[in-house]
T-cell receptor, first 115, second 114 residues
Framework: AQSVTQLDSQVPVFEEAPVELRCNYS??????LFWYVQYPNQGLQLLLK??????LVESINGFEAEFNKSQTSFHLRKPSVHISDTAEYFC?????????????FGKGTLLTVNP | DTGVSQDPRHKITKRGQNVTFRCDPI?????LYWYRQTLGQGPEFLTY????????KSRLLSDRFSAERPKGSFSTLEIQRTEQGDSAMYLC????????????FGNGTRLTVT
């Protein structure tokens, strides 16, 4: 079984400041890692994913995350945030060898970007 | 790709009533998942289908919950004898049958049990 810990439930930042949302996972098997974003009253949208290869993955809107196997972490970063980045962010893990590929989610981090 | 569609968006019901939600996945996706999300929590896995076969159910899915996916297309989730603790957002997701294929989520059905 896997589990995901998102260390911060809320992260308030000012516009154009850098941000890091922390995610640690626990698993006895190889994993795929994901970050999803959820805007109010909407479903989850995939932000980025790590499957294999380069440990640094990027999204189209400036976010990046780095897979660190030794620290079992997959922290999400952005060098300069915008008001529109205000949303809830979920880290998720799946067993790369499983046949069902279901995701196990963390509890989420609410990012609030203030002007 | 019209996305995953869920209906209704909101449902208010009285305790003890039955409710049914519908999910239409992306047409070429043969995997379909149901998740439940409560306030302040991440989505929790409920059940999963590959085509019409329900292959896994969470212990969260009590015997009052039943899900179907006839013909491997749309899916329904029924809750019988609703309780206030069933109030949550019910999310549906679909994906291609490849491990690296991400889940695509619908906008969810928000259930309020009064």
């Amino acid at each position: 079984a896997q589990s995901v810990t998102q260390l911060d439930s809320q992260v308030p930042v000012f516009e154009e400041a850098p941000v890091e949302l922390r995610c640690n996972y626990s698993s006895s098997v190889s994993v795929y890692l994901f970050w999803y974003v959820q805007y109010p009253n909407q479903g989850l949208q995939l932000l980025l994913k790590y499957l294999s290869g380069s440990t640094l993955v990027e999204s189209i809107n400036g976010f990046e995350a780095e897979f660190n196997k030794s620290q079992t972490s997959f922290h999400l970063r952005k060098p300069s945030v915008h008001i529109s980045d205000t949303a809830e962010y979920f880290c998720a893990v799946s067993d790369s060898g499983s046949s069902n590929y279901k995701l196990t989610f963390g509890k989420g981090t609410l990012l609030t970007v203030n002007p | 790709d019209t996305g995953v569609s869920q209906d209704p968006r909101h449902k208010i019901t009285k305790r003890g009533q039955n409710v049914t939600f519908r999910c239409d996945p992306i047409s070429e996706h043969n995997r379909l998942y149901w998740y439940r999300q409560t306030l302040g929590q991440g989505p929790e896995f409920l059940t999963y289908f590959q085509n019409e076969a329900q292959l896994e159910k969470s212990r969260l899915l009590s015997d009052r919950f039943s899900a179907e996916r006839p013909k491997g297309s749309f899916s329904t989730l029924e809750i019988q004898r609703t309780e206030q603790g069933d109030s949550a957002m019910y999310l549906c997701a679909s994906s291609l049958p490849v491990g690296s294929s991400p889940l695509h989520f619908g906008n969810g059905t928000r259930l309020t049990v009064t």
